[in-house]
């Protein structure tokens, strides 16, 4: 939201009070609490009749500073609140609600002394070092006095706050992050006629932090624009919009930027970034109402930075290896049965496709009866039979929901009755015709009304369905009262995490942790957690095409894991050009799912060669799980993306801030899909060496490439001492991984060592290709030295390991070998040691 008239001056019917300096500071054990009031306080009068701001600053975790900050703090805290994994008891003072879903520890009462500026004034040079270190709860806050500031410190990140002349001043180590200047925290009104007494018609609280030269800033969720956010303005407020607006079905508080820091607003309703607009040195956000609550988060990369605003806000959960396969959907608006669906899945297999999942888009139930989870008999008569036989060639079963119950649904007079509705203020069912004639909407805030969603869902999964997709939940009402209390501005934006996490606890319950998974479309801070979320509805061309990979982009750059899309585009038909340009992309991303919405994505509707493109992808994909699985296991644990941009791997290469159209899928491979109709590949290889995956040619990095491509190419490429796992088996992403396991160990330099870890399909570590962390069994360790590369294999199943380019094998003792070609193919049989010489 812009609140001023350039540089110096307001919007008309705009005041802006800001901090001025602090009047007096209490450091407790976990907390340092300001009074800050924005006019200068030169005597007791100017105590009179002014406004003040109060702040808290803590330390949740280490890297991670949190800052609150209200006007007057005694309005009813509603919620609801983001889960958030925190440290600390949540703010004082504010009356409590009973929707915070903020989960934290106790908070040891502490001691301190309120000091104000006066006697500050009076001590001189005075400097009180209130450094306390870890507090009684392992709480890594840290705080420093002086004369002319306040140092809060977690770990290497610092806030360092003016105190006579209000600044606030990030740093890591001592190197500016960001800056916050004296006007650019403010308490704004709105109509506001003079008086200390008059509140205006609206009240908002902003905060702006600096933007250094070439500074670029990233995520605020799935947004299908330019990739940098620089230059835009951005409401965090979830839409229905499609993939070609500037609305968003994700909407997420966080950004980050290549100065490796982050921020994340802690509110759940409506936030307004302006970044680099208002002032267009400077990341503006604002939110309606007395308080401001954000978290700034550091790291040594944007990486680990990732890594901490998931330690906050949540992992995404692991999906099960099954997921990674490809998906097949009846498509939207079609027309199916049985008979139809049976032919897609045998066509496919009776083609050599693998398929992992069949989908059942929203026409499994009844028209106007969206959503009763009850199978149309007329099309669906024996729904039990057709899942078992579906079950017997090897494929999962995925069906459609959403949160909405249509009025002819067999269970609207139920949810009514009892109460498990959204209701309009006067106490009448929230119902509109949009989408399906007099739907409601289910209350996820009553957990009677989360048991009976449930239950319906419980059926489905006795009868065989697998899992879900939970789609829509962006337009939700604000005029409505939930059972609970919680504000509707709010639960907005929170309603679509309270529908995801419904469903996925549900299935967790019933198919066990490891085995849910949803194909979500929207979410929140948070939804990361529920795994996984596709981009939406796109056009079948290939300007959509690139806008989804944007927005995927953008969405993994805000804490979320896995990500998928319609493979061919959503709304239309695509020509087979683009099917097969998309296919190929969509296969080599970290979920595949071909999905329309009036026609039908098998590929034989396309052409013959769509057919051989989609086998060659799906199959090539399968071949790599035991590295796709490996990059999955890491993201579960770290939070990094599995899918990331070309920045967040290769941040200091300026050629990469502004790349969208690439990525990199996992830690070592690289992906740049064809994106027009001559076959043109354009693409950018950072520094170092790079290896083409499908021919083994080495190229130099630091340049850009252009070249075309068949049906049956893409650009990708492996980075130097990278070793990607190949696995035994195509047929399918489910196999023992370590089993005849190939590992690829490409343009290793010398004296470098390197390796990889491959688990099992159930996430268990089978083996450890070096770089080993303490604890864990070596099945292979590669190290060069000159025109020597010493392997290490321990483990019990026979594999091999290629050092592809690195020559003629003269000598190999230890093991069995073969030169191919400039490739050295060593034999193991089970563990063992190999030393290689080459000639």
């Known amino acids: 939201m812009k609140f001023q008239n350039g540089c110096w001056l307001l919007k008309e019917g705009f005041a802006s009070f800001s901090p001025q300096q602090v009047y007096s500071s209490k450091i407790n054990e976990n907390e340092v609490l300001l009074c800050a009031p924005t006019a200068v306080v030169r005597g007791r009068g100017n105590t009179i009749d002014g406004i003040n701001l109060t702040l808290r600053i803590t330390a949740p975790m280490p890297e991670v500073i949190r800052v609150q900050v209200w006007h007057h703090k005694g309005a009813v805290k509603r919620g609801p609140e983001f889960e958030l994994n925190l440290g600390e008891k949540s703010c004082p003072g504010a009356k409590e609600g009973s929707l915070s879903g903020e989960k934290e520890t106790g908070d040891a009462e502490g001691t301190g002394a309120v000091e104000d500026i006066g006697d500050i004034q009076a001590a001189g040079e005075k400097a009180v070092s209130a450094d306390y270190g870890t507090g ?55 109509d506001w006629k003079g008086m200390a007494y008059d509140r205006g018609t609206g009240a908002y609280m902003r905060q702006q932090l600096g933007l250094s030269v070439n500074e670029q800033i990233y995520g605020l969720g799935e947004r299908f624009g330019a990739f940098v956010k620089n230059g835009q303005s951005v409401s965090v407020w979830n839409e229905d919009g499609g993939t070609s607006t500037e609305q968003s079905y994700k909407n997420i508080p966080f950004y980050l930027s290549n100065r490796n820091y982050g921020l994340f607003v802690n509110h759940p309703e409506r936030v307004d970034f302006e970044v680099g607009t208002e002032q267009v040195n400077r990341v503006a956000f604002s939110v309606a109402g007395e308080c401001l609550d954000y978290f700034l988060m550091d790291g040594a990369d944007m990486k680990q930075v990732l890594e901490r605003y998931t330690d906050l806000t949540g992992k995404p959960a692991l999906p099960a290896p099954w997921t990674f396969g490809l998906w097949l959907s009846t498509s939207f608006t079609t027309d199916y049965d049985e008979k139809t669906v049976m032919s897609f899945i045998d066509g496919m297999l009776e083609r050599g496709i693998p398929l992992s999942v069949f989908h059942f888009d929203c026409c499994w139930m009844k028209e106007f009866h969206w959503t009763d989870f009850i199978w149309d008999e007329a099309v669906f008569p024996d729904p039990e039979g057709m899942l078992r036989r579906i079950h017997a060639r090897g494929v999962k079963v995925c069906v459609w929901i959403n949160p909405y119950i249509a009025q002819d649904s067999a269970l609207f007079d139920e949810g009514m009755e009892k109460g498990y509705f959204l209701k309009r203020l006067g106490g009448d069912v929230w119902q509109w015709d949009m989408w399906q004639a007099g739907m409601a909407i289910v209350d996820f805030t009553n957990k009677e009304a989360v048991e009976w969603y449930q239950k319906g869902l419980e059926k489905l999964l006795d009868m065989g369905v697998d899992c879900f997709k939970t789609d829509f939940g962006e337009r939700i009402p604000t005029d409505v009262v939930y059972c609970n209390g919680a504000d509707p501005v709010k639960m907005h934006n929170f309603y679509t995490y309270l529908y995801n996490k419904a469903v996925f606890e549900l299935l967790e319950r019933k198919r066990g942790k490891g085995e849910a998974v949803l194909f979500a479309r929207s979410a929140t801070a948070g939804g990361q957690k529920f795994p996984v979320h596709w981009g939406g509805d796109c056009w079948s ?60 994505r098998v590929p034989w509707l396309y052409d013959e060669e769509s057919v051989d493109v989609v086998r060659f992808f799906t199959c090539l994909k399968a071949s790599l799980m035991p590295y796709l699985y490996r990059n999955a296991i890491e993201t579960s644990r770290t939070g990094v993306p599995m899918m990331r941009s070309m920045v967040l791997e290769f941040t200091q290469d300026r050629n990469c801030a502004y790349l969208a159209s690439q990525y990199m899928l996992g830690d070592s491979l690289l992906v740049a899909p064809v994106l027009n109709e001559e076959g043109i590949a354009e693409y950018y290889l ?126 190999v003792d230890g093991a069995a070998y073969r030169n191919v070609n400039q490739d050295i193919v060593i034999f193991f049989e089970k563990g063992g040691t190999a030393r290689v010489t080459v000639r």
Request: glycine share 12%; charged share 25%; hydrophobic share 30%.
């Open 136 to 190: 009684k709860a392992g709480n890594p806050l840290s705080v420093e006095e002086t004369e002319s500031t306040i140092t809060v410190r977690s770990g290497h990140l610092s806030l360092i706050i003016g105190r006579q002349s209000w600044s606030m001043r990030y740093e890591r180590d001592g190197k500016l992050l960001t800056k916050s200047a004296p006007r650019d925290l403010a308490y704004i009104k709105e």
């Open 541 to 600: 061309d290939y300007e959509s095409m690139e806008q989804s990979l944007r927005g995927g982009l953008s969405l993994t750059s805000s804490g979320f894991g896995f990500w998928s899309h319609d493979i061919g585009g959503f709304e239309s038909k695509s020509t087979p050009d683009v099917y097969k340009r998309w296919c190929a992309f969509g296969l080599l991303s970290t979920h595949s799912r071909l999905h329309g919405s009036s026609s039908y």
């Open 686 to 811: 950072p520094e170092g060496s790079w290896t083409n995956f499908f021919t083994g040619e080495v190229r130099d990095g630091g340049r850009w490439y252009r070249e075309k491509h068949g049906y049956l190419s893409i650009p990708l490429y492996v980075r130097q001492n990278a070793v990607i796992a190949l696995g035994e088996r195509s047929d399918g992403p489910v196999y023992d991984y370590a089993e005849n396991v190939t590992f690829r160990v490409y343009a290793l330099e010398d004296g470098a060592e390197t390796g990889t870890v491959v688990y099992d399909g159930q996430g268990e570590q089978k083996s450890v290709v070096c770089g080993a962390q303490g604890g864990q069994d070596t099945l292979v360790q590669v190290e060069r030295r000159g025109s020597t590369y010493l392997v290490d294999v321990t483990g019990d199943k026979p594999c091999k390991v290629e050092l592809l380019n690195a020559g003629i094998a003269a000598e």
